[in-house]
Structures are given as structure tokens and as C-alpha cells.
């Protein structure tokens, strides 16, 4: 079981930044595979980003070159550097953790709103 908190939402103006962060707690960080998806109202929910156990990373082509994943496993983290945003990009932004041979083991945080004003 991985419990995953999310923190760093928040409002911002077209062409600001923020710095999602996600804390894990509970099985072994490192066997998942993190990743940041998002739901903009009235939409499915989305990836974002994502970042293996050997650090590889992908991004949806929406917010390539203005979004970097990151993780730290000594800190049970992973962090979503965004940039540039628009007002597309609002949405509720979701953690999530997927482990990497036992995929069913697949585990979500509450969610953190992100509203990009015009």
C-alpha cells in the first residue's frame, strides 16, 4: 500500500510557474513508476508526466518543454516543475504510483487544484 499526498497547487497568472510536489509513504518508493496526470472539468483525466525507477521521464506532447518530473528516492518524492502555464493547464493535478512489475498495485493522491488565470 503507498499513500500519496500532494501539495504545491495553487492560482497563477498566464506564464507563471509552480512546483507540485507529491509525498509517499507506506511500501518501497522506489519499485513505482510516479507519474502526474491532471483533470481539467468536464474532461477525462489525463497524463502529464511520468518518471521510472531508473529516472526516464515522459511527457505529454501539451506540456513538453515547459514541465519537468522529477524524483527523489532517498525522500520517498516527486515534483512537478511547471512553466510557462496557460490557462489551459488548469486543472485538478493527481500523483500517482504504479508498481513496475505488479501493476494492479496502482495508487492515487487526493489531487491538487492548479488554476491558470488569463
Known amino acids: 500500500q503507498v499513500q500519496l499526498v500532494e501539495s504545491g497547487g495553487g492560482l497563477v497568472q498566464t506564464g507563471g510557474s509552480l512546483r507540485l510536489s507529491c509525498a509517499a509513504s507506506?511500501?518501497?518508493?522506489?519499485?513505482?513508476?510516479m507519474g502526474w496526470y491532471r483533470q481539467a472539468p468536464g474532461k477525462q483525466r489525463e497524463l502529464v508526466a511520468t518518471i521510472t525507477t531508473g529516472g526516464s521521464t515522459n511527457y505529454a506532447d501539451s506540456v513538453k518543454g515547459r514541465s519537468t518530473i522529477s524524483r527523489d528516492n532517498a525522500k520517498n518524492t516527486v515534483n512537478l516543475q511547471m512553466n510557462s502555464l496557460k490557462p489551459e493547464d488548469t486543472a485538478v493535478y493527481y500523483c500517482?504510483?504504479?508498481?513496475?512489475?505488479?501493476?494492479?498495485?496502482?495508487?492515487w493522491g487526493q489531487g491538487t487544484q492548479v488554476t491558470v488565470s488569463s
Open positions: 507506506g511500501s518501497a518508493f522506489s519499485i513505482y513508476t
Open positions: 500517482n504510483a504504479r508498481h513496475v512489475i505488479f501493476t494492479a498495485k496502482n495508487y
